[in-house]
């Protein structure tokens, strides 16, 4: 069964940076890639970007250019989301999620269970 | 490519057929998800291909349309099944706005 499980809750103040991990199980890590997602408060979804676990490129939402770096640690079966110079409009759950499909046109079809972000000074 | 879900909120009855649009700016083939969102859970896929039931989903929840128009459709609404879905596109993971669904 596929699971991907995140790091807790996280707490910072702006301008600072926060990095949350994804650890996948119950399949080959190579073979999807993965990304992730953020919901604001009484907000949608949003795609922040993915990752691909075979070589590490990276593909990134116009929004989180600049900002957000993704990386993998293919021994862990890992992914994490490194999210820097935080501002209050970064206080949201972010899910990482597998992704079906390739690099480019995807859905996902299992999630992992979101990590509270909040930037508050 | 935008996309686009009405109504933002529907109010249905339990029992009764909850019918949810999502519409695309360009046409997309059948390159649609959905999913369904509730508070402090993570997303969970309904459909994908526009079509296609995800395992585990009951057969109530259908999707329907190619192009530009899809559909889902919640057949005899369970309680469980109040909560916001998303329809999302395949490329750049483009999510519609969501639909709430309440009592």
């Known amino acids: 069964q596929v699971h991907l499980v995140q790091s807790g809750a996280e707490v910072r103040k702006p301008g600072s940076s926060v990095k949350v991990s994804c650890k996948a199980s119950g399949y080959t890590f190579t073979e999807h890639y993965v990304h992730w997602v953020r919901q604001a408060p009484g907000q949608g979804l949003e795609w922040m970007g993915r990752i691909n676990p075979v070589d590490g490129g990276t593909s990134y939402a116009q929004v989180s250019q600049g900002r957000v770096i993704l990386t993998r640690d293919e021994s862990a079966n890992s992914v994490y989301l490194d999210l820097t110079n935080l501002q209050s409009d970064d206080t949201a759950v972010y899910f990482c999620a597998r992704g079906m499909g390739d690099g480019y046109s995807f859905y996902f079809d299992s999630w992992g269970q979101g990590t509270v972000v909040t930037v508050s000074s | 490519i935008l996309m686009t879900q009405s109504p933002v909120t529907l109010s249905v009855s339990p029992g009764t057929r909850a019918t949810l649009s999502c519409k695309a700016s360009q046409r997309i083939g059948s390159n649609l998800a959905w999913y369904q969102k509730k508070p402090g859970q993570a997303p969970r896929l309904l459909i994908s291909s526009a079509s296609t039931r995800a395992t585990g989903v009951p057969s109530r929840f259908t999707g329907s349309g190619s192009g530009t128009e899809f559909t889902l459709t919640i057949n005899s609404l369970q309680p469980e099944d109040f909560a916001t879905y998303y329809c999302?596109?395949?490329?750049?993971?483009?999510f519609g706005q969501g639909t709430r669904l309440e009592i």
């Open positions: 999302q596109y395949y490329e750049a993971g483009t």
